[in-house]
């Protein structure tokens, strides 16, 4: 039997995937009406790696999130009003506008922003790992990053200086399938991302990223080490893209069958079946997670464009006034 403190957190890990996908199916409505400025990199399909990882975690630890990053906004918290509005450009956004979709960040929750360079967020999460390691506190930092930014420098380096000072880190691939259109498969001898820890020393593990409960385990023993003193953890979460690389990418390149495959394990699908909320606690929840974003794109759409006069508040440059 469930005690009440599982289902709470069942409740809540099911109202936040419906907040993601709910957001992210306005977001692409906005986008395909011309309203929003830039691209939608969205993260349905995702839902469970973020919402099973970013529960595990405290008010004071961090997150570095990707291009592909509202669902880790959204899953540590943040505020889905703040975040519509920066998604259209306007005044009343995170940045205010002047960041779009890319690069939100609410440093109040630990979040330490979107990024727009592939595997840009692992050297900001290893050196904020380092800051809670030189501090002495027992924070945790959560990296988020795509299979592709698997293959990069970064990667490379941030896992080799996290291993070799310890440092309380836990980067999860978010293993999609695919960086923009080609399969990682095509481009990665061994297939199993996690093995790469070995060559670094540490804990690396696999687990179906459509399952939030199989993610939320894993991490919670990964954070659990970090915060002991551990060390850093790989963790490899096999999901999938629902929708091409951005809002212009029809998925063309997909194998015949394949994301029919994948929608049957979608990762709102697969709770629902395992009948851990009973069907009207569902629906209820439902209710109001479609009260929340109604919420979100009416006070964005009634939020002004940012006014001329502020186009150069908010910007730091070397040598010179951070306004």
Not at 111 to 131: D, F, K, M, Q, R
Not at 171 to 176: A, F, H, L, S
Not at 275 to 303: G, H, K, M, T, W
């Amino acid at each position: 039997m469930q005690t009440e403190e599982s289902k709470s957190l069942l409740r809540a890990m099911y109202a936040n995937m419906l907040r993601i996908r709910r957001f992210e199916e306005e977001v692409f409505e906005f986008y395909k009406c011309g309203k929003m400025p830039g691209l939608a990199h969205l993260y349905i399909g995702e839902e469970a790696v973020a919402t099973g990882a970013c529960a595990v975690l405290r008010a004071d630890d961090y997150v570095s999130s990707t291009h592909r990053g509202h669902g880790h906004l959204i899953a540590r918290g943040a505020d889905l009003r703040k975040m519509m509005a920066e998604i259209l450009g306007r005044q009343d956004g995170y940045c205010h506008g002047k960041g779009g979709s890319m690069h939100i960040m609410d440093m109040s929750l630990g979040i330490l922003g979107a990024n727009g360079i592939v595997g840009g967020g692992i050297p900001i999460a290893t050196g904020a790992a380092y800051s809670c390691r030189y501090r002495g506190t027992d924070q945790v930092v959560l990296c988020f990053f795509g299979d592709g930014a698997s293959n990069e420098g970064t990667f490379h380096e941030s896992l080799n200086m996290a291993a070799a000072w310890d440092l309380p880190v836990v980067y999860i691939i978010e293993n999609n399938q695919y960086g923009i259109t080609v399969n990682i498969n095509r481009v990665t001898r061994e297939h199993d991302l996690s093995k790469r820890a070995a060559a670094y020393g540490i804990d690396g593990v696999s687990v179906d990223g459509n399952d939030v409960l199989a993610v939320y385990h894993a991490v919670e023993k990964a954070v659990d080490n970090a915060r002991a003193g551990k060390g850093p953890t790989l963790i490899e979460c096999r999901t999938y893209r629902q929708h091409g690389h951005n809002g212009n990418d029809n998925g063309a390149y997909r194998a015949a069958g394949e994301l029919e495959h994948w929608l049957s394990r979608d990762p709102i699908l697969l709770f629902e079946q395992k009948d851990y909320l009973d069907p009207e606690e569902r629906e209820n929840v439902r209710a109001q997670v479609e009260a929340e974003i109604r919420d979100a794109c009416e006070f964005a759409r009634n939020s002004p464009e940012p006014a001329p006069e502020t186009l150069m508040e908010g910007i730091f440059y070397e040598g010179g006034e951070h306004r």
